[in-house]
């Protein structure tokens, strides 16, 4: 038997993970145990249900061979990789010469790994010349981005996971930290139970989640009213002088014009809007003032909004305001979703930035990484590429002549989903690179290019605390899979660019990555694939002939603990933003909101997690949450069937009665697309509003109409297809005939 560690691939908790398989690295999944790895800083040995069932997941239903075809309503056919990767570049050297490079895109994920994000950035911006290279984590994590970016300068968390034990309040805000980062929340929830009384628990959600209600204070607001909460708390800090003076002093910028719009959030008006006590707004303000240390988490219920960069950056300013940053158990943690999320953005990896946290519209930066690749000055363009939903209008628009996916299932993910699967109809070329077959997303392609997996291929991972680990191959790739760098960088080859992709393997294309990073808040000279497989996780900043001795007496674990931040006058920046709302206020005639989000066992499309019986029985069904006095009024009840409408779709779901959630608010999982569930996506009822600044779209919040089924006329067709997915045996001939 060997044994190999590695990196969860699911949520950006990053657990490490220890696989132990038989000598001939067995494909058969039977003979793979997966354990929590103890030695690992960030989950100390714990895992949850999806790290713990990942193994059954490897062999079901995988895309072992390219497939191509003309048009889509054609089949596929079996090509070999040679056939597959020339139509590739000769298709975008003929979109190059009819459209120009801005009619290429890339559509990318967190689920890469950071040789493969950062050879898709070397592709598209360096030697085709164009920024239109953006992931999922638009959809996720750039309103965090662009609030880090804003407030302090840089991208990149401040606090690291040893702040859960250490603080005397955390503030988790649009975060259903226990079903989605489930061992940093067993983190807190042990320590939280140890200091009881000690330590305060306060959780911000519209629902009482699982996570709410382990807390001490239970905010149910009414969604998209943080804003408002968040200046009423600032509001009250003001009032009682449970502000740091010496630190906004010292160390901010623009606290005079935040000041005069806190002014305007007395308590009464706040708990009005939020539709909660002033008793329970006062005692947030008191946790915040008087605690020693305050770590505040954030995720989706913040930045899936058109306000989510000033959501983001409202939260900042309390840490900025009682100064509650760079010190142990302090700072405002956004706790990225997917496993290499935060490796991707080091990478480079959105439309309006570039390798080492640098932006697509600096001069400088551009310059530096142009040179780093070889490529004469000018070749990266100045202007940020399409981000994800501008994509889906290129689309729309006839300005996209090829659109190349990879590891993301847009035809689930992406808001409007009617909208978005008729802009990928349009689409003249779409290459999809995916381990499963099939996935919704499978429908709309071109070109079929069967991805190695986690497991299959070794590469590097970060987690949400900066914590770099090595993620070592101990299987074979099924059928004729190859690792997503390795296409990125065969393509590249073709269209001339040989000495731009002459790696040998992914270890030298991380040697060549963490050269970029040299000197940027994000460092990571001091780290090699070797380095990190010897030594285990190491967290960044680790510079180049860092020792772990020197590194402890250089900086601290935690980010700005200098209190001098990488701004033009080394100073963090105030913002005062007053709420705007929801896009799409529920009226008469869509009187609810509803708002969506994960199950604890699910993860995003089931692409892999639909395929494990275990996550299946925990999960049967998607449901949707509704208060028992809108169910009363509805005149329905828990297993009644109702049709959900919104301005752009309907889904049908069962419902779920409960007191767990606000009176006029509703909550569907995201996970069951087209694939899983006759009906039920999702994405048919959001929209598409963007957050100007972020483009982050607004998923969390859309008005809808509640229309009761009459029992008996709705039949589930495929009762959730469990069965039948197991009929896309991955044989060849099956394949093809689909
Ligand atoms: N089990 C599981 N875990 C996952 C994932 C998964 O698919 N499954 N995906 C990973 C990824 S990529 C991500 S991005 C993260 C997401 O992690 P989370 O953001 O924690 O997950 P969500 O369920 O999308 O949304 C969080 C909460 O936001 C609340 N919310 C909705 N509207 C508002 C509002 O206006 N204000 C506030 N304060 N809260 C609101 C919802 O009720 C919900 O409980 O999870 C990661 N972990
Ligand atoms: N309504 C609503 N919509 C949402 C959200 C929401 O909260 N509500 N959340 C949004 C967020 S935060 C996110 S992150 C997205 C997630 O949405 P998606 O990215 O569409 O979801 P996944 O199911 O994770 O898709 C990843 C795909 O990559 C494949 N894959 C895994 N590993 C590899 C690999 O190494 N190489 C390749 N090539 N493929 C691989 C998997 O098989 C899977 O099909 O959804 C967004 N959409
Ligand atoms: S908490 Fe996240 S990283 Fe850890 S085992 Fe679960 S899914 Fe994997
Ligand atoms: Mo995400």
Same mark, same amino acid.
């Given at each position: 038997m060997t044994s190999t560690k590695t990196l969860c691939p699911y949520c950006g908790v990053g657990c490490g993970l220890e696989v132990v398989s038989d000598e001939s690295g067995s494909s058969k999944r039977n003979d793979l145990t997966v354990r929590g790895d103890r030695a690992h800083p960030s989950s100390q040995g714990m895992v949850c249900v999806k790290g713990g069932t990942i193994g059954e997941a490897l062999d079901k239903n995988r895309l072992l061979y390219p497939l191509m075809r003309e048009s889509l309503d054609e089949p596929f056919r079996q090509v070999s990789w040679d056939e597959a990767l020339d139509a590739i570049a000769n298709r975008i050297r003929h979109v190059v010469a009819q459209q120009g490079p801005e009619a290429v895109c890339m559509y990318g994920?967190?689920?890469?790994?950071?040789?493969?994000?950062? /050879?898709?950035?070397?592709? /598209?911006?360096g030697c085709l010349g164009t920024n239109n290279f953006d992931a999922n984590s638009r959809l996720c994590m750039s309103s965090a981005v662009a609030a880090y970016i804003q407030s302090f300068g840089s991208d990149g968390p401040p606090p690291c996971y040893d702040d859960l034990e250490q603080t005397e309040c955390a503030f988790l805000i649009g975060t259903n930290t226990a079903d989605c980062h489930p061992i940093v929340f067993n983190r807190l929830r042990k320590y939280h139970r140890k200091k009881k009384g000690k330590v305060k628990l306060i959780v911000v959600d519209p629902r009482r989640t699982e996570t709410a209600k382990a807390a001490d204070l239970h905010l149910a607001i009414r969604p998209g009213t943080d804003i408002t909460l968040m200046n009423?708390?600032?509001?009250? /800090?003001?009032?009682?002088?449970?502000?740091?003076?010496?630190?906004?002093?010292?160390?901010?910028?623009?606290?005079?014009?935040?000041?005069?719009?806190? #002014? #305007?959030?007395?308590?009464?008006?706040?708990?009005?809007?939020?539709?909660?006590s002033v008793q329970d707004l006062e005692a947030a303000a008191q946790c915040w003032g008087l605690s020693k240390s305050v770590l505040s988490l954030w995720s989706m219920g913040l930045n899936q909004f058109a306000e989510g960069t000033a959501k983001a950056r409202t939260l900042i300013n309390l840490h900025l305001m009682t100064g509650q940053l760079g010190k142990p158990g302090a700072g405002p943690f956004s706790l990225t979703g997917q496993p290499n999320a935060m490796g991707g953005r080091e990478a480079g990896g959105l439309a309006h930035i570039l390798p080492g946290y640098r932006l697509v519209k600096n001069a400088e930066h551009r310059q530096a990484v142009e040179q780093a690749w070889g490529l004469p000055e000018g070749s990266i363009s100045p202007t940020p590429g399409l981000a994800a939903w501008d994509m889906m209008v290129g689309l729309e628009q006839g300005a996209v002549g090829l659109l190349w996916i990879a590891a993301t299932n847009p035809a689930v993910s992406m808001p409007?989903?009617?909208?978005?699967?008729?802009?990928?109809?349009?689409?003249?070329?779409?290459?999809?690179?995916?381990?499963?077959?099939?996935?919704?997303?499978?429908?709309?392609?071109?070109?079929?290019?069967?991805a190695a997996q986690w497991g299959e291929k070794t590469g590097i991972m970060t987690n949400s605390e900066r914590t770099v680990t090595y993620c070592q191959a101990f299987r074979p790739a099924p059928g004729e899979a190859r690792a997503d760098w390795e296409i990125f960088a065969e393509v590249g080859r073709r269209l001339g660019f040989e000495q731009q992709f002459s790696f040998q393997s992914s270890a030298d294309v991380y040697a060549e990555f963490v050269q970029l990073t040299a000197g940027r808040v994000c460092d990571m000279t001091g780290l090699s694939h070797d380095r990190l497989a010897a030594e285990g996780p190491i967290q960044w900043p680790c510079p180049e002939h860092e020792t772990e001795a020197t590194a402890a007496t250089k900086h601290d674990k935690r980010l700005y603990a200098d209190h001098y931040f990488p701004t033009p006058n080394g100073r963090a920046n105030f913002a005062a933003f007053h709420e705007k709302g929801l896009t799409e206020p529920p009226d008469p005639e869509f009187p609810f909101v509803l708002t969506n989000g994960r199950l604890y066992g699910h993860w995003h499309t089931q692409s892999r997690t639909g395929r494990i019986e275990r996550i299946q029985k925990m999960h049967p069904e998607p449901l949707l949450e509704m208060h028992p006095i809108d169910a009363q009024h509805l005149q329905v009840q828990s297993g009644d069937w109702v049709e959900l409408r919104s301005r752009r779709g309907t889904a049908r779901l069962k419902v779920h009665v409960t007191q767990y959630i606000r009176k006029g608010v509703l909550f569907i999982p995201m996970h069951w697309g087209s694939l899983w569930a006759d009906s039920a996506e999702c994405n048919a009822l959001t929209h598409s509003t963007v957050c100007p600044i972020s483009l982050q779209p607004e998923l969390k919040a859309s008005a809808v109409a509640v229309v009761p089924i009459p029992h008996g006329e709705y039949r589930l067709e495929q009762d959730y297809l469990s069965v039948e997915r197991e009929t896309y045996a991955h044989s060849k001939s099956n394949l093809l005939s689909i």
């Open positions: 994920s967190g689920q890469l790994q950071t040789e493969d994000y950062y /050879l898709a950035q070397k592709l /598209l911006k009423g708390i600032a509001h009250i /800090l003001l009032h009682k002088r449970w502000i740091d003076a010496a630190f906004i002093d010292e160390a901010t910028k623009g606290f005079q014009d935040y000041v005069e719009v806190i #002014q #305007q959030y007395p308590p009464e008006h706040v708990a009005e809007v939020c539709g909660i409007d989903i009617e909208r978005t699967k008729a802009a990928l109809r349009r689409s003249p070329f779409t290459v999809y690179q995916e381990t499963y077959y099939p996935t919704e997303t499978a429908e709309y392609a071109h070109v079929l290019l069967p």
